[in-house]
């Protein structure tokens, strides 16, 4: 009997060794001394990924380590913490969660100690919704994440502010625009290092995803997040931006929404305004089949309530 249990604990310890030496790597770009991005694959989360396909941001300060997202269940954080020891000795100090979407968050669990930092809107919707994200990631893993737990934030920002704060030395603005992409985003810039940290207000090469969304606020950060004096644009997924690249988001993203609203208005409804819009550059991006059903239904809500 000791044999057989022997035997089954070996097996569900190599399988649950296998599936964390499965993660992918982040793609590390090293912006200066002190700011690197940690670009994770595109793709949403799978048995292939593991549930790791979100950009993190690390930034050393004078004792310690600011990370921008934390990646979606406790072994993506382990893996990260990995990845930021090979890159400074530090310890992570400070999390800034820039919105509450289980794949920037549930990493969290992962940094004992840390101050996690967030919008007052994140925090409210972390602590609704946590759970709910841990459940999703294990349906769309496959897999128990026995260890991941939801970790609100202990310091919060109001909404509409923008807010000028050092941590560890380090200077930063957390801006707290109206709710775009979530009810809670927050983005984060570092006025000394020219940096943007976008979260998923701003994504690169895949379809933003809507269903939580405030389309028109979500056009007018775009259109803010181009006043910063940024050189190097960290989105939520995808690889760094340019200010073009954040020009050509904002422009995509407005004629999206000028076009369903303009279909709402001739009396159309969400499935034949599709039919109308120009989609011909979206079809590049990825997820486009994915989301994009999902993004005309939710675009046209918002304005079938604007015009009620």
Not at 25 to 34: A, M, S, T, Y
Not at 155 to 180: D, H, Q
Request: glycine share 10%; hydrophobic share 40%; net charge neutral.
């Amino acid at each position: 009997m000791s044999r057989v249990f022997l035997i089954l604990f070996v097996l569900v310890y190599a399988n649950a060794v296998s599936a964390e030496t499965r993660l992918p790597e982040p793609k590390v770009v090293k912006v200066n001394d002190r700011v690197y991005a940690l670009l994770g694959p595109l793709g949403l989360p799978s048995p292939h990924n593991q549930g790791y396909m979100v950009n993190s941001t690390v930034i050393i300060g004078d004792k310690g380590v600011i990370l921008v997202d934390s990646g979606g269940t406790d072994e993506v954080g382990k893996h990260l913490a990995k990845a930021i020891a090979r890159i400074t000795p530090k310890p992570v100090t400070h999390i800034i969660n820039t919105h509450h979407h289980g794949d920037h968050v549930l990493g969290n669990v992962a940094f004992k100690g840390a101050e996690i930092i967030s919008s007052e809107q994140c925090k409210v919707l972390v602590e609704k919704t946590g759970m709910e994200w841990v459940q999703i990631m294990e349906n769309m893993v496959g897999r128990k994440f026995p260890n991941t737990r939801p970790v609100p934030a202990m310091l919060t920002f109001k909404a509409e502010s923008s807010n000028n704060r050092s941590f560890e030395g380090v200077k930063m603005v957390l801006w707290v625009p109206r709710g775009s992409h979530t009810p809670g985003d927050m983005m984060v810039y570092l006025p000394d290092d020219r940096v943007l940290i976008g979260g998923d207000i701003l994504v690169n090469t895949t379809t933003p995803v809507m269903r939580d969304g405030h389309i028109r606020n979500w056009v007018g950060a775009l259109a803010k997040a181009q006043e910063f004096d940024a050189t190097t644009i960290v989105p939520g997924h995808g690889p760094l931006m340019s200010k073009s690249d954040v020009a050509k988001l904002h422009n995509l993203l407005a004629g999206f929404y000028a076009g369903v609203e303009a279909g709402y208005k001739k009396g159309l409804s969400d499935s034949e305004i599709r039919g109308t819009l120009d989609l011909s550059e979206w079809k590049n991006l990825h997820e486009f089949e994915t989301n994009m059903g999902g993004n005309i239904n939710r675009a046209y809500l918002e304005v079938e309530a604007a015009n009620f």
